[in-house]
Every structure is written in structure tokens, then in C-alpha cells.
């Protein structure tokens, strides 16, 4: 893993770059943030797009974008102007959820080389080469009456553009995220709807659930009370599909009345990759860990996010980019001290996300990417 941070122009970009010799296709995460807080929003984001722009002339010739999100910190005025100005062709989620060090945007994209992209017919963002086809979707939403509605009808409306696809929930879909507004109010009623649509679907605790993230986060509309991303591959055998429990520091998420798995390995014939579902300091018995001290809970989570790695054969030096949430804004300067002494190169985003345990202070989210040789598997 190639880890490089490039001072720009009122923009800081961290880059993360795997690949293997193999393989044509390589695999790239930038994360930007803007550097002068003080600057209209409209500049930030012009600095972002610049900076962006700039790199893919120059630093990642040849990449092209499969997921872009954006953090913003203010949706209902910032959507808009930010879905208006960046017309690339790849899946985008845009939630609000604001950069926690002063500024109004800051952005996670995941580029490749090697690769044919389209939007397909039943709406999602399609990524080829060879035996893989990845499907991306971001931003997804609906103003249904309440949060349960409103997820199931995103969860339904979801299984039908798989369906178009030739692939099905539960053997194809690897990743969600879940962004609820109001996560204290609305996290019961998307909990509820997600857990009667896995059933339908064959999606049990005695079969296996889907890695994700369900965390705080707005729409531009205050009426979407949840937003969904989403990832598919199709062609992948469920051999290649392995779920992480790390049970000696977690519990299964189903034991408190939940549906998601803490982690997915994918093995390719040249390379493993693996989702890391949101994690905060929780044991083995589904209790939360040092409640009131965001020091000892951001160390307990990296334990956790540790043995789930641990059980991929994987190591922190593995992961691509790390996405931290936090519930208390004021926690921000101690929660960016412990992650840049430990991870002073990582691709790193910290912004304000409420978890859905109002006792959990910190979450993150992570992915690692590692090479192999599996000649049982096609190449990815």
C-alpha cells in the first residue's frame, strides 16, 4: 500500500494507491480536505474540485471514479451546488455530515484503472473488467411516511435494480450504508424494516447479513429521514465471500435485535479485499465499553477493527482509507491527536455522525485491500 499527502491549493489530499503486478487494474482512495475554513463555501468547493482535477491529470493518470461521497456541513444549502457543479460519471452520495476540522466540505473517492464503467437501465453504477461486474449505487432516498417505511421501501426499491441485474440481495450485495436523520428518534424504525426485509430474503442470523454502516447523517430534504449507498459484485462464488466475527472482542450483531455483519472478506484470484462495517468499543457481550471517555472507547474500537482485520489475515498497514464519526464535536481535537500519531500517513476523514448507541462517543469505518494469489478465483 503506496500512501502519499500532497499540499494544494487551500486543500490537503491523502492518497492511498494498491496494486498488484498481475493486474492492470489498480485501486485508489483520495480523501480532500479544505485547508482555510475561512473561505465562502462556494470556494471550498471550487478549491476541492481543483485539487481533484489536478490529481487525475497528474498524480492518478488514467483513473477513473467508481464512488465519490461528500461530507458537507450544511445539505439543505450545499446539495445542490455541489451535485450542479460535479457532473462525473460515477456513483455519488452526498450527506451531511460535517468535516469536523472547521470547513464546510471535504470528499472520499475511490478511483481504478484498467476498467469500463456505465450507469445501467435499472439506475445503478456499473464497474467491468474481466469476470467482475461492480455495482454502485449512492444518495438513495424516499419520502415515505416514517424512517421503517422509508428503509423498506429503499431496501425493496434496491432488490429490484439487483434483480434487473441477474443478482439478488443476498448473494451479491456486500456493503451498505445507512444514514439516518435524527439517529436517536428514527434508528429504531430503519432497525425494524431492515430486519423484516432480511427475513423475506433469506437473510438470517443461521445464513449471514451484509457489512454496513448505520450512522447520523442528513439529507438535503428534512423530510428523508434515511439515506442508503450501496455495493454489489456479480460473479463472485459464495466460496470467495467470507464473514469476520472476531468473537473474542465482539458479539453477533443479531444478539441485540440488529442485522449487519461487523465485517466481509472478498477473496480475488489476485487480491483480498475487506469491508469493515462500522465499529465502536463494544465487547463480546454486545455492552458498550468505557461510556463517557472517548479516549479509552477510540482505543478499544481499534482493538476491535484490529481482530476483525486479524481474522482477514490483514493488518491495519492494509486498510485503504478510515472514516471516523463522532457524536460530540468537542472531542475532535483529542479523537485527530490519537489518529495521527498511530495513523500519521492514512487517508483519514473525522466528521460529526452520531452513532446509534447515544453512550458510543466514537465509530469508524474502514476497508483493506491485500494482494494474492488464489488460482482457484478469477482476478478482480
Known amino acids: 500500500m503506496k500512501q502519499l499527502t500532497i499540499n494544494l491549493h487551500n486543500i490537503r489530499a491523502e492518497i492511498s494507491s494498491f496494486d498488484v503486478a498481475a493486474s492492470d487494474v489498480a485501486e485508489h482512495h483520495i480523501i480532500l480536505h479544505v485547508t482555510t475554513p475561512l473561505i465562502t463555501f462556494q470556494q471550498q468547493l471550487d478549491a476541492l474540485l481543483d485539487a481533484y482535477n489536478l490529481l487525475i491529470r497528474e498524480k492518478i493518470i488514467g483513473a477513473t471514479a467508481v464512488f465519490k461521497r461528500y461530507f458537507l456541513s450544511d445539505a439543505a444549502n450545499q ?3 455541489v451535485a450542479a457543479s460535479d457532473t462525473s460519471d460515477c456513483a455519488k452520495s452526498i450527506v451531511q455530515q460535517p468535516p469536523l476540522n472547521g470547513t464546510k466540505i471535504a470528499l472520499w473517492a475511490y478511483l481504478m484503472t484498467g476498467v469500463s464503467t456505465q450507469v445501467r437501465p435499472s439506475g445503478l453504477y456499473e464497474v467491468t473488467h474481466g469476470h467482475y461486474r461492480h455495482l ?4 438513495a432516498n424516499n419520502l415515505a411516511a416514517n424512517s421503517e417505511y422509508q428503509t423498506r421501501l429503499l431496501f425493496n426499491e434496491y432488490i429490484m435494480q439487483l434483480s434487473e ?5 443476498a448473494a451479491n450485495c456486500l456493503r451498505t450504508w445507512l444514514f439516518v436523520n435524527d439517529i436517536d428518534l428514527n434508528y429504531g424504525g430503519v432497525v425494524r424494516a431492515r430486519n423484516q426485509v432480511f427475513f423475506t430474503q433469506g437473510l438470517t442470523h443461521e445464513t449471514h447479513f451484509i457489512a454496513s454502516t448505520g450512522i447520523g447523517g442528513r439529507q438535503q430534504d ?4 434515511c439515506q442508503m449507498d450501496n455495493y454489489a459484485v456479480k460473479g463472485l462464488q459464495a466460496e470467495q465471500i467470507h464473514y469476520l466475527y472476531a468473537q473474542t472482542h465482539l458479539n453477533r450483531t443479531s444478539d441485540y435485535g440488529v442485522s449487519f455483519e461487523r465485517g466481509t472478506r472478498i477473496d480475488y484470484g489476485d487480491r483480498r479485499h475487506v469491508l469493515i ?3 465502536a468499543s463494544i465487547n463480546n457481550k454486545g455492552l458498550i465499553l ?10 478499544r474500537m481499534w482493538d476491535n477493527v484490529e481482530a476483525l482485520l486479524a481474522e482477514a489475515d490483514c493488518t491495519f498497514n492494509d486498510t485503504t482509507h478510515i472514516i471516523v464519526y463522532l457524536r460530540d464535536v468537542a ?3 483529542v479523537v485527530r491527536q490519537l489518529f495521527h500519531e498511530r495513523f500519521p500517513q492514512k487517508p483519514c476523514i473525522i466528521v460529526q455522525a452520531p452513532v446509534c448507541r447515544q453512550g458510543w462517543l466514537v465509530e469508524m469505518e ?4 491485500k494482494p494474492q494469489d488464489i488460482v482457484d478465483f478469477p482476478p478482480f
Open 277 to 279: 462495517s462500522g465499529t
Open 136 to 139: 454502485w449505487n449512492g444518495s
Open 79 to 81: 446539495a445542490d451546488l
Open 366 to 369: 474502514c476497508m483493506a485491500a
Open 222 to 225: 428534512p423530510n428523508v429521514l
Open 331 to 333: 472531542d475532535y481535537h
Open 165 to 169: 441485474e441477474g443478482c439478488t440481495l
Open 290 to 299: 468505557y461510556e463517557g471517555d472517548v479516549i479509552s472507547q477510540t482505543q
